[in-house]
């Protein structure tokens, strides 16, 4: 694959009971995470806001508290692992209450781009939530990425560099990925969505996804830029996109916006996990 899809645009395991349990959306920064966020926001059951970026940090308490401390926990204060978990689920839950409440919305969605991060941890904490990480070509996401950077470093940015480091970051959500799909235990809870099916093939990709998620597809999710809604703070880069109808122009932007030099510091640090996860980094004909 070079910037899109062979096989099938959607991969998942198994349909989702309906249930109450959150929808964690998560991905690296430029992935399409926030484009997957207004559609699923824009369903009449589905409320899903602004970045909450909290998830992965809470989680990633509740990890080392069950690491590290779980048997004088169980041993000394009568919180047995479940107790543990049950803990932290409502911890997560009360963040994420009363803006749910609030939406008068059946089911609640939180995408932050590093929840990806925590779905081990999140697969422990919510067994019935459906876990949904958003996949991109890694060039495409390093560009976009870079503009931002550029932005904010000014006249000290090394270009090369600040590539190397956000392809590495990719590779990490990657590895993250076969980690996933290579347990049963784990993989229940997952699917995977790639950017460029989702813009190329909006219905044929969503349905399955919503159907995972034990909700019906409904066409009026597709227009979501006719929606009014915030996108403050990290959100703020991709309001442009979000407030038109679905584009594809941005499938291999990386050819107008990357040079020789950062895209073999990409291939350097991406080119395995790009492989495995069916994305091609072939630099012949770009």
């Given at each position: 694959m070079d910037g899109g899809s062979s096989g099938p645009p959607f991969c998942c395991r198994e349909t989702h009971m309906l249930t109450g349990d959150p929808i964690f959306i998560g991905g690296v920064p430029r992935s399409g995470t926030t484009l997957l966020r207004v559609i699923l926001d824009t369903h009449p059951r589905i409320f899903c806001g602004t970045e909450l970026r909290a998830v992965n940090?809470?989680?990633?308490?509740?990890?080392?508290?069950?690491?590290?401390?779980?048997?004088v926990l169980d041993e000394a204060y009568a919180l047995?692992?479940?107790?543990?978990?049950?803990?932290?689920?409502?911890?997560?839950?009360?963040?994420?209450?009363?803006?749910?409440?609030?939406?008068?919305?059946?089911?609640?969605?939180?995408?932050?781009?590093?929840?990806?991060?925590?779905?081990?941890?999140?697969r422990r904490l919510f067994p019935q939530s459906p876990l949904v990480h958003v996949l991109r070509d890694v060039r495409d996401v390093v560009a976009s990425r870079l503009e931002r950077d550029r932005e904010h470093a000014?006249?000290?940015?090394?270009?090369?560099?600040?590539?190397?480091?956000?392809?590495?970051?990719?590779?990490?959500?990657?590895?993250?990925?076969?980690?996933?799909?290579?347990?049963?235990?784990l993989a229940y809870a997952y699917c995977e969505i790639r950017y460029e099916?989702?813009?190329?093939?909006?219905e044929r990709t969503l349905i399955p996804l919503f159907e995972f998620i034990g909700e019906r597809f409904d066409p009026a999710v597709l227009e979501f830029h006719r929606v009014s809604?915030?996108?403050a703070g990290?959100?703020?880069?991709?309001?442009?996109?979000?407030?038109?109808?679905?584009?594809?122009?941005?499938?291999?932007?990386?050819?107008?916006?990357l040079g020789e030099a950062e895209l073999d510091a990409i291939a350097r640090e991406a080119r395995d996990a790009s492989r495995d996860a069916g994305y091609s980094l072939d630099l012949e004909g770009r």
């Open positions: 940090a809470l989680a990633s308490l509740w990890t080392s508290a069950h690491v590290h401390s779980g048997r047995p692992p479940e107790s543990v978990c049950a803990i932290f689920s409502e911890l997560i839950l009360s963040f994420l209450r009363p803006a749910w409440d609030a939406s008068g919305k059946p089911r609640i969605a939180e995408k932050t781009p590093s929840n990806v991060l925590a779905f081990p941890a999140l000014g006249a000290s940015f090394d270009a090369v560099a600040t590539a190397r480091l956000r392809a590495r970051e990719w590779a990490d959500t990657m590895a993250i990925r076969r980690q996933m799909l290579s347990d049963p235990n099916d989702l813009v190329r093939h909006p809604r915030s996108v990290t959100e703020e880069w991709s309001a442009q996109a979000v407030q038109r109808s679905i584009f594809t122009s941005s499938i291999g932007r990386w050819r107008e916006v």
